[in-house]
């Protein structure tokens, strides 16, 4: 069983379009979170959820809309898709909790290819 | 969190201990130091973590110096699937809102060679 999957693998559109990118976990976290991997490799968290509440914005812009119906799942959906979102995204999941070490796992990534 | 200076490549022959180094000298008292790796095409994955003593699992070993200044991953008997890129991070443990992001450098590519 894949602990962290994601939906789809590969996403290829037109600019201006509208996508979703469906994540689930089935480790029992209570955290996720959305990475962008661009074409230079860099590796930057997006969002970040716990108990479906919003705690990591990093200045993405609100054409990104995430959404976490339960704790289980994260999904990001993207409006007026851009040339520069072509990237891997990348779901991750971890268990809170005082000085618990927060160890993340990873999805496969969903690489999307905006022309 | 603490910044880490990593080297941009690294070769290993396969078989051999492939010996990572992280700098993180402004690491803070209650500050872990993690490592992850991503190979190619695949989403990162955990490897191990400390805070001051040495470690380790089934896949690695880390050494932390005494000053906590600085850091090794340790690879007994690198494979050709131990290629990737090692990133090394440091933040504190468990903590909420933005201290739980993982902040990832540029990384290490390691290649493990025949």
């Known amino acids: 069983d894949t602990a962290v999957s994601q939906t789809p693998k590969y996403l290829v559109t037109q600019m201006g379009n509208d996508k979703s990118i469906k994540c689930e976990q089935n480790l029992g976290h209570d955290t996720m979170y959305w990475y962008k991997q661009d074409s230079k490799k860099f590796l930057k968290i997006m969002f970040s959820?716990?108990?479906?509440?919003?705690?990591i914005n990093e200045t993405v812009p609100n054409r990104f809309s995430p959404k976490s119906p339960d704790k289980a799942h994260l999904n990001l959906h993207i409006n007026s898709l851009e040339l520069g979102d072509s990237a891997v995204y990348f779901c991750a999941s971890s268990q809170f909790g005082g000085n618990r070490i927060n160890i993340q796992y990873f999805g496969a990534g969903t690489r999307l290819s905006v022309l | 969190d603490a910044k880490t200076t990593q080297p941009p490549s690294m070769d290993c022959a396969e078989g051999r201990a492939a010996n990572l180094p992280c700098n993180h000298s402004t690491i803070s008292g209650n500050e872990y130091v993690y490592w992850y790796r991503q190979i190619h095409s695949q989403g990162p994955q955990y490897i191990i973590h400390?805070?001051?003593n040495n470690e380790t699992n089934e896949m690695a070993s880390l050494i932390i110096t005494e000053d906590r200044k600085s850091s090794t991953l340790i690879l007994p008997h690198a494979t050709l699937r131990d290629t990737a890129v090692y990133y090394c991070?440091?933040?504190?443990?468990?903590?909420?809102?933005?201290?739980?992001?993982?902040?990832f450098g540029t990384g290490t590519r390691l290649q493990v060679t025949l």
């Open positions: 959820y716990n108990n479906k509440e919003l705690i």
């Open positions: 400390g805070l001051k």
């Open positions: 991070i440091v933040r504190v443990a468990g903590g909420t809102g933005t201290a739980s992001k993982l902040t």
